[in-house]
């Protein structure tokens, strides 16, 4: 039937117009003409009204875009293993009997220890927010190129430095490391806002940012047992900053900063990432932005979600680096437990958060099958209170744990608990970034952790304000209290005040090219709703 068709229209179609004097007459036969053509063209599956081959609006279920993100998953895994290397080798580095003896010690006391962990934070705060500016300007890819690069570089030379500088260049050496690393995470946001569709946006964040616990769980679990070994304790320097140098031009290779620029993504999988979610439009897919105008800053810091995402990333900073510094404090003086130099035990919680980060992804999933339609504001809302609320009643719970060896399990479950429910917030307030600005997502991202890592610094020295007897219970009650007051305050603003619509500040004049299709346009952020389910 469709060759008759088209038989039966080529004649009209190739024809020509009648002559006619009244110009009326002659445009009237064009456009029947013209429909005629039309609805030939639309009886063919692989044509659209415009003649051009139809593109689909789904990406393959493992595509380039998954590639990509399984590349900074091992990025990041290598940057945190570069970031906690030093917490692990610093027990060997200071005491020959607990590593292979063949090796220098070194004769650092606590404070110095002090200054050497937290000198890497020094430089990480600086580069936060030119990092995620820089990285939406020259690309992520490049920005993520280098940081990890010259991170990995000095790894190499840290050895070298503690013999023949002492502890004074590691510190310099470590806030120099600091300085590079504090881009990551900022790029990483700008590098998602690029790739990842709105769908599946939440799923491709928890996933890529598992990676930077996966690299502490390896890092945790296996630099004593290096340490001990015939390699010895600058191994633990050696091995990751080798991976990272690896890693560095694999990256560089393979990925590329937008779907535009990769060489072998299908025509396909470009559309449905660039023309997905709220962000952009149908009609936008293909568009090229020539000019980048003056980043917003009032509107960005007088934006009231974004202040509130602020707020809800420095409550979820000091809750978590709280249990991760503090608590091991607690265990030792109260329970009598030291669990800082067992590496398995103390890589529990982060092995925690990986297992866990999967189970919400799962959950977040299998909500969306069930067919009902969840708007996007309550699912970041559940999941950030899934991952701030739990760590709240699991700090309750601790302030009530006294000495014993049953307690002592007990302590550590809710510690891993505590942690492990934490990585819920990877599709709460985590992407909601992305959501609020994708344009600007690494700038924000660049803000917030600035903001947040201040608190991680704070909160330790608000714990010894608080506690002067290590071995009383009732002053570290004060601080889990005071701690969960934190995490209950700052969702609760989330949920109140958070918002996922795109900003009007994140819009920008953009330069159209031609893309085949793609006439429908969509605006999902015009909707009213409750604070709960606003999207």
Not at 15 to 42: I, Q
Not at 331 to 339: F, Q, T, Y
Request: aromatic share 12%.
């Amino acid at each position: 039937m469709l060759s008759a068709v088209l038989c039966l229209d080529a004649s009209s179609i190739h024809s020509k117009p009648p002559l006619a004097k009244n110009p009326t007459h002659h445009l009237s036969w064009l456009r029947g003409r013209h429909g005629t053509c039309n609805m030939v063209l639309g009886c063919l599956p692989c044509c659209n009204h415009n003649g051009y081959q139809q593109i689909g609006n789904t990406g393959p279920r493992f595509g380039v875009r998954h590639l990509q993100c399984v590349l900074v998953f091992f990025g990041l895994a290598v940057a945190y293993s570069l970031r906690v290397n030093l917490s692990v080798a610093i027990v060997a580095m200071t005491d020959r009997n607990a590593s292979n003896p063949d090796f220098p010690e070194f004769d650092w006391n606590e404070s110095t220890k002090s200054y050497l962990l937290s000198s890497f934070f020094w430089g990480y705060v600086v580069t936060q927010i030119p990092g995620g500016y820089l990285s939406a300007i020259y690309g992520a890819k490049y920005m993520l190129f280098y940081g990890v690069l010259i991170c990995s570089c000095l790894a190499l030379l840290t050895p070298f430095c503690a013999v023949s500088g002492g502890w004074k260049l590691v510190v310099v050496l470590r806030a120099v490391q600091g300085l590079c690393q504090g881009v990551i995470f900022p790029s990483t946001h700008t590098f998602l806002s690029k790739w990842a569709p709105a769908e599946e946006r939440g799923r491709l964040v928890g996933y890529t940012y598992s990676g930077s616990q996966f690299g502490t769980v390896v890092m945790l679990s296996v630099s004593g047992y290096i340490a001990s070994s015939s390699l010895g304790w600058p191994s633990t320097f050696y091995i990751p900053g080798c991976v990272g140098i690896i890693w560095s031009f694999v990256w560089l290779s393979l990925c590329s900063s937008t779907p535009a620029q990769h060489p072998t993504i299908t025509p396909n999988e470009r559309r449905f990432i660039e023309s997905s979610g709220q962000a952009r439009r149908t009609s936008d897919a293909g568009r090229e932005e020539q000019t980048r105008p003056p980043t917003p800053w009032w509107s960005i810091f007088t934006s009231v979600p974004f202040l509130v995402l602020v707020l809800a990333h420095c409550a979820s900073n000091w809750g978590f680096w709280t249990l991760l510094t503090e608590i091991p404090s607690f265990m030792k003086n109260v329970l009598g437990m030291d669990i800082k130099h067992n590496g398995p035990l103390s890589a529990l919680p982060y092995f925690a958060m990986i297992l866990l980060t999967c189970v919400f992804i799962w959950l977040s999933d299998a909500l969306k099958q069930r067919g009902t339609v969840i708007p996007l504001g309550f699912s970041r809302k559940f999941f950030n209170t899934l991952g701030m609320w739990l760590p709240m009643l699991a700090l309750i719970g601790l302030g009530y744990i006294t000495e014993g060896e049953a307690n002592v399990r007990l302590a550590i479950g809710l510690l891993t608990v505590a942690v492990g429910t934490n990585s819920a917030t990877y599709l709460g307030f985590h992407v909601n970034h992305i959501d609020l600005s994708p344009n600007y997502a690494g700038t924000l991202m660049g803000i917030t952790n600035c903001a947040a890592n201040f608190m991680s610094i704070l909160a330790p020295l608000i714990v010894g304000l608080i506690v002067w007897d290590e071995t009383n219970p009732a002053q570290w009650r004060v601080v889990f209290f005071f701690t969960a007051c934190v995490y209950f305050v700052g969702n609760l603003l989330f949920m109140l005040f958070g918002r996922t619509r795109v900003q009007p500040w994140n819009s920008r004049p953009t330069t159209r090219t031609p893309t085949p299709g793609g006439e429908g346009e969509r605006d999902e952020g015009t909707e009213t709703r409750g604070p709960l389910l606003d999207a």
